[in-house]
Structure formats: C-alpha cells, structure tokens
C-alpha cells in the first residue's frame, strides 16, 4: 500500500497552486473516481453476434484484408494501425487510388464499449459502421455486395466462414465478424487500470497522481468530458479549438445550429500513440493539446462553459501529461492476437 502520507505530502508541496482541501483525502474519493465502476467492465456482445473464437479470427482476417477496397490498396488496417493503438499517426488517411481523407482515423480501443460511432454519432453498431468505409468515396469505395463476390471463390475465407457462422461469406457474416474483432479490442491493463480497478496503489508515481488529481478536478473539468473508464461521457462537446471551423461535426447528422462543431468526446485511452489529435489530426503532440487547454480554447458559440484558462504551471502541464501517459497499455500495444 502506498502510505497516506504521500498523497497528503504531495498535495502540501501543491497547497500553493490550488490544491483544495477535500484532494487529501485519498484520491478514490474525488469526484470523477467515484463515478468509476468497481471494476473493468465485461464486453456485452449482441445476441445475434455472440462471441467465437472462430468469429474473431474470420473478423481479424477480413479487417487486415485489402480485397474490401475497389483498388485493393487499403485495409481497415491502413488507417487503425495496431501500432498507432488502431488509429493513425497522420493527420488524414488516404483511401483508394490515394484520394486524400476528411478526418483523424481515431483509435479503436475498446471501441465495443462505445454506444454509436463516428464522430457526429450517427452509425448506431459496430456491425453497421463497417458499411462506412466500404460506401465511402475516399475510403473503400467498393459495395459491400461486391466485396462478398471477391471471396466466393476463397476455399479459406469460405471455410472460415462456414466455421464462425456455419454459412458461405455474406454481407452479414462480413459486417459481424469485422465487428466481433473489433470488440476484443479491449485494453483494461494501463497503469491507470492497475490503480483503479486492479487495487495496487503503487501503480501511479507522485507525479502521475498529482496529474491525476488535476485531471479529476473542478479546476480542469478534464474529466467532466472525459470521465467514466473509458475516458469518454459519449456526449457530443466543443472544446473551442477554432472559431470558425471547416467541418460542422454533429450538425452534418441533426441539422441543429447548436449541434455546429460538437464531437463525440473521444476516449483518451492509450492516448500515447494515438497522434496526432482532435477530428482533424490538427494537435501533433500531447503538449500541444495541454497547451490548447491551459489557454482556455477559442471562442465558438458552443464552446463548453467547462472551458477556461487555466493558468496551469509547467510542472502541473507536466504532471497531467504523466497522468495521460498512464493511459498507455502495452499489454494491449504488444498483444499478438490483434496483429496480422
Ligand atoms: C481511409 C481510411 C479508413 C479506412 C480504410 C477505414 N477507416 Fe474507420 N475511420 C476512419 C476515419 C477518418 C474515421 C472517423 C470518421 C468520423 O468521425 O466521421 C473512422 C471511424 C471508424 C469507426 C468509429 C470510431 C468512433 O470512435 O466512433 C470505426 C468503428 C471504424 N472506423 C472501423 C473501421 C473498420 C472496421 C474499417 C474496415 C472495414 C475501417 N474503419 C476502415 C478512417 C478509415
Ligand atoms: C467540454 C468537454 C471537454 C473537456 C472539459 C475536455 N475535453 Fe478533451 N476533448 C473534448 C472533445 C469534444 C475532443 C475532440 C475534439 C475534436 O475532435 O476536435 C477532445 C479531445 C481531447 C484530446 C485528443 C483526443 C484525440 O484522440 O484526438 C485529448 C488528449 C484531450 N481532449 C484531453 C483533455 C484534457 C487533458 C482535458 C482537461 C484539461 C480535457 N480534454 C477537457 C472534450 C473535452
């Protein structure tokens, strides 16, 4: 057990920059913590997908596989690349005959436990977004159907098939088995999860628990947003990164004003190797994005009231960036079973 005494020590040393009373407590009791499960949570798979091993390996096959793209350029791989924890480490990607993407490729961490996807939220299953590559112009742009047709005459895809979901390769088969993959992309062994959910407490140093009181403070209202275990409320925020921007977010799917600019709040787990960040890949380090935060963001109609300058010191910037760094799960990162 690491002893009260740190916590209480490290917020004496932070008493002159605004540590508040109540933070001496241990730091479970903060908050954001409290709202945290007390445990990791199971993944929950639908009843018409239900979990094989056979399913996942079909799942893994097809996402690495290039025959889904018109030019057989592109993988689902190609922009969530295991290394850049399933996202991409350019702003945009190329798609088919290098036509040049829209936004940031994000992260497919734990993406099964998201509610809907994209960052509007208008794709409601993950066995639904994988249609979203496949009709888009940029991306795939080759029907689905089509798809399907290239692998009829595959003996081994139609044998994994026939294995996961005891029928020939079909659009559906296509759509659940991606989808079955994707939600055993689960990360829950950072050193964050050992101190919240696995009880050892010396899984954070000093500093990475100073971050991590910073971040669960009304002062950052980092996690206001970026709260629960997955980093994310799901709900659709502006956190001010430009006056005017050139993409609407929400509004593109509800045709609401006050949707303009909103993003679904994206997790921050493994966050280390998600670069560059924001819908647009237009933030390329995490210094940055603490910076852009510590200002207080640009005023936008719809920037959140949880926004302000913070006024942070380059040891609190420091410290929250360590705390960010916790998030990383090399378990995760270095699992074979999510590699080609
Ligand atoms: C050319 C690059 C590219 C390819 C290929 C691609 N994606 Fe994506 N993916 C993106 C981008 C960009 C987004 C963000 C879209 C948005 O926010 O509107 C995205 C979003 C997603 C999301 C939603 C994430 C979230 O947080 O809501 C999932 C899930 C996903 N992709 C899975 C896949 C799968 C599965 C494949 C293969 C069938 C695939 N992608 C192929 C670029 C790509
Ligand atoms: C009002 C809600 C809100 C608050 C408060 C907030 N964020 Fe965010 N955060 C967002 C949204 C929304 C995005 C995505 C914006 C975009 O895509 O342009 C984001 C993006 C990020 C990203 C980049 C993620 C990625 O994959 O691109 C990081 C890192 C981040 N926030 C960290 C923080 C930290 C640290 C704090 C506290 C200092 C904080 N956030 C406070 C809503 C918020």
Redesign the pocket.
């Known amino acids: 057990m690491r002893p009260h005494g740190v916590i209480a020590l490290t917020c004496l040393a932070l008493s002159l920059l605004g540590c508040s009373k109540d933070v001496s407590i241990e730091p479970e009791m903060t908050i954001g913590l409290k709202n945290l499960p007390g445990h990791f949570p199971e993944m929950e798979f639908p009843v018409e997908n239900e979990y094989s091993e056979a399913r996942v390996q079909l799942g893994k096959f097809l996402f690495y596989s290039k025959m889904l793209s018109s030019d057989y350029s592109v993988s689902c791989a190609s922009c969530h690349a295991a290394e850049h924890g399933f ?1 991409a480490n350019t702003a945009t990607s190329p798609g088919v005959f290098n036509r040049p993407g829209v936004r ?1 490729a ?2 497919l961490t734990n993406i099964g436990y998201h509610p809907y996807f994209t ?1 509007e939220g208008g794709v409601p299953t993950l066995e639904m977004q994988v249609l979203v590559p496949a009709q888009e112009h940029n991306e795939f742009d080759l029907n689905i159907l089509d798809a399907v047709e290239r692998f009829k005459a595959d003996s081994l895809v139609q044998s994994m098939s026939q294995k996961a979901y005891g029928k020939p390769l079909d659009y559906k088969v296509l759509m659940r088995s991606i989808a079955m993959f994707e939600r055993t992309l689960v990360s829950k062994n950072s050193a964050f999860d050992r101190y919240a959910f696995q009880g050892d407490k010396q899984a954070l140093k000093t500093d990475e628990l100073a971050g991590l009181r ?2 669960y403070s009304a002062r ?7 709260g629960g275990f997955n980093f994310t409320t799901y ?5 001010g ?1 430009y006056e005017v921007y050139a ?1 609407e ?1 929400r509004k593109r799917l509800t045709g609401l004003p006050e949707d303009e ?8 787990r493994n ?1 280390e190797v ?10 390329s380090t ?1 210094d940055e ?2 910076d852009h ?2 200002s207080g963001g640009r005023s936008h109609p719809q ?5 302000k300058p ?1 006024h942070l010191t380059p040891m609190e910037k420091d410290q ?1 960036k360590a705390f ?1 760094l916790t998030l990383t799960d090399h378990e995760f990162m270095n699992n074979p079973k999510f590699r080609n």
């Not at 998600?274 to 933030?283: E, F, K, N, V």
């Open positions: 996202g940031n994000p992260t960052r910073l971040f950052t209202n980092c996690f206001k947003c970026h709900g659709f925020e502006n956190n990164l993409d977010g600019a909103r993003y679904k709040v994206p997790t921050l966050i998600t670069a560059p960040y924001m819908h647009d890949g237009s933030l995490l994005v603490i935060y510590d920037k959140s009231e949880w926004l913070l929250l960010l």
